[in-house]
Each structure stands twice: as C-alpha cells, then as structure tokens.
C-alpha cells in the first residue's frame, strides 16, 4: 500500500514535500488505528482473557507467483506491541 500512495504522492504532491509525507503517515496510522481496535475486541473474548496476545504483522517483500521455492523469505515478520 505504501508503494502505490508514494507513487501517487510523487506525481501529486511533488511540489510539497511535507503534505506527501503527512499523506502517507495518515494512510500508516489509519493501519495503526484497526490492528489497535481488532485487538481491543479481540481481548474482549473470555477464551483469551488473562493472556497477554502476541500482534503479528506481514509485510510481502516480492511477487508471491506461485512457485516451488516460496517460503519464509518472501516475508518480513514484525511484532506490534
């Protein structure tokens, strides 16, 4: 997602380096703001409650085209707390 708003902002906010940049931090924290709320509604069942979860988050570095060599390499883990 991030690709295709820099390319946007590259052609349409090129004159204004801090509206680009403000534009792609309201797209990121907009994500920030439902993996916060799935979270808090997902701590509200009682099959978890007491337990600390941990948030995970993929990140798809290349072309997942099927192929044979495909594994956990063409991802980047990251841990959201």
Do not use: C, Y
Request: hydrophobic fraction near 45%; aromatic fraction near 4%.
């Amino acid at each position: 997602m991030l690709g295709v708003n820099l390319i946007h902002g590259a052609f349409f906010r090129r004159g204004d380096p801090s509206k680009l940049i403000a534009s792609l931090m309201d797209d990121l924290s907009l994500t920030l703001d439902l993996l916060q709320r799935a979270l808090e509604q997902f701590l509200e069942d009682p099959s978890v409650r007491g337990q600390k979860p941990v948030v995970l988050a993929e990140m798809t570095l290349r072309s997942l085209a099927p192929a044979p060599d495909a594994g956990h390499d063409d991802f980047l883990p990251q841990r959201i707390s």
